[in-house]
């Protein structure tokens, strides 16, 4: 599946990416299986909770590493730019979506879609730079 | 304090940024302003509610474009690495309270909040990444 990857910093830094995926599912499961049955209290409880987030915190630092790592330039710059479109989508959206629910009542979004919503921009983001540079 | 009056893109990026503020600020007040007393409903409520979000979603727009037309590449670099990293801190911060507010109950961060805190970690990290070029 990763052998395709020819750059072998893409590849890592793509491996990387799925192992701290899995380590956020892993790690979400854990947390409310924990919440479920063992009703934890104090530090305990606090660390449980940010548990999930460690893996995401991680694939940020990931994502950091990679584009100090990459000698490819072209690619290094179709994830800066997708990157700084994700995060003005992601601002957008935030910012448009926090006034709604105040002034018109609109349904609450709960804080842990930001990230999935941030790389779902980043993605759509990625299209167009590609799509300018044909 | 006139140097960045020099440079042709900081100074259009100023009175851009200055004009969306202004805007945000008329459409806040009015917002604040209007929902209390008329209780507009449907889609006014939503067009009144959404108006300081674009004049913000402006202020990403201004961004977006200084970055475009600013030819100096020292500068423009160090915006582009200072967003990034408050991009990151930001998604780190937003996860970790999103899973905390999840599990824990933990009171909701505002999203409107998310777009000072990015600009905030944006000003923390420049001196920084200034001074890794010095």
Not at chain 1, 73 to 89: A, I, K
Not at chain 2, 101 to 130: H, N, R, S
Request: glycine share 6%; aromatic share 18%.
């Amino acid at each position: 599946m990763f052998c395709s990857i020819k750059s072998p910093t893409e590849r890592r830094y793509v491996i990387r990416m799925w192992v701290s995926a899995g380590l956020c599912v892993l790690f979400s499961v854990v947390a409310a299986l924990v919440f479920r049955f063992y009703h934890p209290h104090g530090v305990f409880s606090y660390l449980a909770a940010v548990l999930p987030a460690l893996p995401i915190i991680g694939a940020l630092v990931y994502t950091g590493v990679y584009l100090a790592e990459e000698k490819d330039e072209f690619q290094r710059n179709l994830l800066v730019q997708s990157l700084l479109g994700g995060t003005g989508g992601i601002l957008a959206v935030t910012t448009t979506w926090s006034y709604l629910e105040d002034f018109a009542h609109a349904p609450h979004l709960d804080l842990v879609w930001v990230y999935p919503l941030f790389w779902l921009f980043a993605g759509i983001s990625y299209g167009f730079v590609r799509a300018r540079y044909r | 304090m006139n140097q960045p009056f020099k440079n042709l893109a900081m100074r259009r990026y100023l009175y851009r940024f200055l004009a969306s503020i202004a805007f945000y600020t008329v459409f806040l007040v009015a917002a604040v302003w209007a929902f209390p007393r008329y209780h507009p409903t449907g889609f006014l409520a939503y067009v009144l509610a959404i108006l300081p979000a674009l004049a913000i979603v402006a202020v990403i727009v201004v961004v977006g474009l200084y970055l475009t037309e600013e030819k100096d590449e020292f500068q423009r670099t160090v915006l582009i690495q200072t967003m990034l990293c408050g991009m990151g801190a930001t998604m780190a911060v937003c996860t970790g309270w999103g899973f905390l507010e999840l599990f824990i109950g933990i009171p909701a961060l505002k999203l409107y909040l998310i777009f000072p805190m990015f600009w905030a970690f944006v000003g923390f990290f420049t001196p920084m990444m200034q001074s890794r070029y010095r």
